[in-house]
């Protein structure tokens, strides 16, 4: 008989449909993944034209500059001086987990990041827990990140004697009505993502190069004002304002998840997404530690307290120069942008990846023949982020940002876990070391720092995975793709699912052959 595959239109055939919990259980085979994304959605696939260097800009572009340059004058209060290690703690807990992520990448290169990884092992329940986290995750992570524009914005034009009314730079609940900087650059970003990937991505590795050099001359001028006296006492707050702030701090490192989203649009990603992964995380984390020390180094940590563009404030205070602190102030912004275009552009393939299984409106699967990217689905994400950022205070969306993503890298490092048991013929181009020690301590740790988040935040988590057991039910098991396969149709592409020679043998870019239509 021929087997559909899931990206077949098919209508569902309610007397074959599984019962609920079997639903839940389903899993897509990896060999089918691998397939769909050659193939494309709807006859058009995403464009390959990311190299390493591309995916580890990505990476770097997504990750550095949102816990320092945005949320210092946040997190210091809670840690003091003893701030860098709350980012060492941090890393430490997102190296466990990218480690996951690099083994998972190579072994399913495809574009829905975590929530694939979820699907090809803990079935289609779990991923579309993992799946919502990553909206929460990415959305909410663009417009934290955004937020803080506006006072970047001001930095830059109190040197030329001006400032933007709060009225227009704040949100409500902090003094102002909307956001407009935050609001414009997540749209520039949208509009840049339309146009095509590979034009966002050399646009991003320029400015990355840019918001790494404006960082280590920050380092640079700061350790001249340097006082090690700041540093008494090291943790004012005990060791648990160290762990809330490295809780807080967390979503500083979703980097890496957003370059394991462009696992369609990498010429090599078996090769290429693990080493990009890995060596985003060590440039970031070095960084992050280094601007942290610099910068409690040059104030004592109670001067942080409601100063959200704290370095720009240090560079100014510390030259006496205006010119400098204008600089400075630039290139935030510019760094700002970064995140939003990457971690904007993560959002959109993961949404993809949903819409492609039918857990998530087809519109948001469309790409367009002519840009291969999904130009609809990036219009209302953007839009929708857009008014987010210019609604919603940064507290409040930092801290949901890091319980989204917590969860969605617990699930992962759960996920090789269980490939490593169920199939460990498959042949990985990047393997955990220390296994299965390293994949333990990773999914530990993810659940230590979100149990250092507040109630506020877990009431905030709660109420967003209702409505997500409510869009789920409502619509995703309805339509899920999987699911309307019959039990017979289901174990016989479940036993035809690619075997670990093939898998290890499928280039980067390759056409399926009938046997892996049928």
Not at 19 to 40: C, F, Y
Request: glycine letters at 10%; a neutral charge; proline letters at 5%.
């Amino acid at each position: 008989m021929t087997v559909p595959t899931y990206t077949e239109q098919r209508p569902a055939a309610p007397a074959g449909r599984p019962g609920l919990a079997a639903q839940l259980l389903r899993r897509k085979p990896i060999g089918q993944m691998v397939n769909e994304a050659e193939t494309g959605h709807g006859g058009t696939r995403l464009v390959r034209s990311f190299g390493v260097l591309q995916l580890t800009m990505i990476s770097v572009g997504a990750t550095l500059g949102t816990g320092i340059l945005v949320i210092l004058g946040e997190s210091v209060p809670l840690a003091g001086p003893a701030i860098w290690i709350s980012f060492a703690i941090a890393g430490v807990a997102a190296l466990l987990s990218a480690v996951s992520y690099a083994e998972m990448a190579g072994l399913v290169p495809v574009a829905g990041s975590s929530y694939s990884y979820s699907y090809a092992t803990l079935g289609e329940g779990m991923a579309w827990i993992c799946g919502w986290c990553l909206v929460l995750e990415y959305a909410v992570s663009v417009a934290a990140v955004a937020v803080g524009a506006g006072q970047y914005v001001n930095e830059t034009l109190a040197v030329f004697g001006q400032v933007l009314p709060d009225a227009i730079s704040q949100p409500p609940g902090d003094g102002g009505i909307m956001n407009i900087p935050a609001m414009v650059i997540v749209l520039l970003a949208m509009i840049l993502l339309v146009r095509g990937a590979k034009e966002s991505a050399w646009i991003n590795t320029a400015i990355v190069v840019i918001k790494v050099a404006i960082l280590l001359f920050f380092c640079a001028v700061a350790f001249t004002a340097f006082n090690a006296g700041n540093f008494e006492p090291l943790m004012p707050m005990g060791a648990a304002g160290v762990s809330a702030a490295a809780s807080s701090v967390f979503f500083s490192y979703i980097g890496f998840d957003a370059a394991s989203t462009a696992g369609e649009e990498a010429r090599n990603p078996k090769r290429d997404l693990p080493r990009a992964i890995m060596l985003s995380m060590l440039i970031v984390t070095t960084i992050y530690v280094l601007v942290a020390v610099a910068a409690v180094g040059a104030r004592p940590w109670g001067w942080f307290d409601g100063n959200e563009a704290a370095l720009v404030k240090i560079l100014e205070e510390t030259t006496g120069q205006p010119w400098i602190a204008l600089v400075f102030a630039v290139g935030a912004v510019l760094a700002i942008a970064s995140i939003v275009l990457t971690v904007l552009y993560g959002q959109t393939r993961i949404l993809l990846s949903m819409a492609r299984d039918g857990l998530m409106p087809k519109v948001f699967g469309r790409v367009s023949p002519k840009t291969g990217t999904p130009v609809a689905g990036t219009l209302i994400v953007g839009t929708l982020v857009a008014l987010t950022a210019g609604l919603v205070p940064l507290g409040a969306l930092a801290d949901a940002t890091s319980i989204g993503t917590l969860f969605a890298f617990a699930l992962v490092n759960v996920a090789v876990i269980y490939l490593r048991r169920t199939r460990p013929e498959l042949k990985r181009t990047f393997r955990v070391p220390l296994f299965p020690l390293t994949p333990i301590l990773g999914a530990l740790m993810c659940a230590y720092l979100m149990a250092n988040l507040g109630v506020d935040t877990w009431v905030t988590f709660g109420i967003w995975m209702l409505v997500g057991l409510a869009a789920y039910f409502g619509y995703g098991r309805r339509n899920s793709r999987v699911a309307s396969l019959s039990h017979e149709e289901y174990r016989e592409l479940s036993s035809r699912e690619l075997s670990s020679t093939e898998l290890s043998s499928t280039p980067s870019i390759h056409e399926p052959s009938k046997a892996d239509l049928s």
